[in-house]
């Protein structure tokens, strides 16, 4: 085999309580990504505004590490067609590096298990957030819903509830190039022991909530009072998206990632498109625009 085509999904970390640990992938943007063999070393080809160079590109990172772990000798071209938008915390770079990571293995014939897939697409998340989080990568590798334990690596996927449905608002605005560090530095480094009973006991009961298919459980204990009131003032309008997307009929309404997107948690049975205006509205209040996104679950990186 000469060549290799594969993509891989958007995905939403966090869910509220879960930082660091929860990540979900979504059906609703997919990056591509066509590895080729050639003569010698390592060329990105995109028609996309991210980095070309292999060691600032998380595709580029995840080939460099897999050909060295590997013994690889080959030259590879990597060509990268983005539909995930970087930078507004739908796991854009982990997307990449999920296709790169499935694609490579496929292509050289290394029937990895899925820890190390992650541990490979995971390398590529220094190129974006500057350290290794495993959150994005395991879900858009993986699919479904995925807990991510480190030392050692060790992640564990659950298939979702069918009836979940999620709405995705991605704000139109520029992001910061850094804006996964900023985000990050606003994290308070130390925490009250009875706010962290609080944020552990939504975790667990989303944790159940996938568990025992139980979409109105997970929606309902979407709710993170660490990590979301000390990152809100960074999203234009989050306070209205919130509370008017809860009015619609939301179930529970956090920050994707590190944001700047707002993701609410529904079933089926809810009216999505009033979800949908309620959100825009939000951030048409702080003078926003906005595109949203209904989605479902979606399953994990494969080949085209
Ligand atoms: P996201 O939430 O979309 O993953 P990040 O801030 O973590 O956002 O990553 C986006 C940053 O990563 C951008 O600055 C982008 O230039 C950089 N980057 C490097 N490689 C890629 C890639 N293949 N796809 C998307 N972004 C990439």
């Known amino acids: 085999m000469n060549s290799i085509t594969a993509k891989a999904p958007s995905s939403t970390a966090n869910l509220g309580p879960g930082f660091d640990v929860f990540g979900l992938a979504l059906d609703a943007f997919y990056d591509t990504v066509t590895l080729t063999r ?3 070393g ?34 590879i071209q990597i060509k990268i067609k983005k539909g995930v938008p ?25 029937k990895l298990d899925g820890n190390t897939l992650v541990e490979c697409a995971g390398v590529g998340e220094r190129a974006s957030a500057g350290s290794i989080h495993y959150d994005n990568v395991s879900a858009s590798v993986l699919g479904g819903f995925v807990i991510v ?16 449905r999620l709405v995705v608002a991605v704000p139109k605005m520029v992001v910061p190039a850094k ?12 925490i009250a022991l009875a706010d962290s009973v609080v944020n552990l006991s939504n975790a667990a009961a989303i944790v159940a909530g996938f568990v025992s298919k139980d979409s109105e459980l997970i929606g309902r204990s979407i709710q993170d009072i660490i990590v979301e009131p000390a990152r809100a003032h960074l999203i234009p309008g989050f306070n209205s998206v919130k509370k ?12 994707s990632g590190a944001g700047p997107s707002v993701i609410s948690f529904a079933t089926k049975k809810a009216n999505l498109a009033k979800i949908s205006s309620a959100m ?10 906005c595109t949203v996104v209904i989605c479902k679950p979606s399953g994990g990186a494969k080949t085209i």
């Open 38 to 40: 050639q003569k010698n």
């Open 42 to 75: 390592i060329s990105i080809i995109t028609g996309d505004s991210i980095p070309v160079s292999p060691s600032k590109n998380t595709a580029g990172l995840v080939v460099q590490y897999m050909k060295k772990k590997f013994k690889i000798k080959s030259g």
């Open 86 to 110: 970087a930078g507004f915390g739908m796991g854009s770079s982990a997307a990449s590096a999920a296709a790169t990571a499935i694609a490579f293995d496929r292509l050289f014939g290394l």
């Open 149 to 164: 334990r480190t030392k050692p690596l060790d992640v564990l996927k659950v298939l979702p509830p069918s009836d979940l």
């Open 179 to 190: 804006k996964t560090q900023v985000s990050r530095s606003v994290v308070p480094k130390q």
């Open 244 to 255: 008017n997307a809860l009015r619609a009929g939301a179930l529970g309404v956090t920050i």
């Open 280 to 289: 825009k509205k939000g951030f048409a209040s702080a003078k926003t625009d």
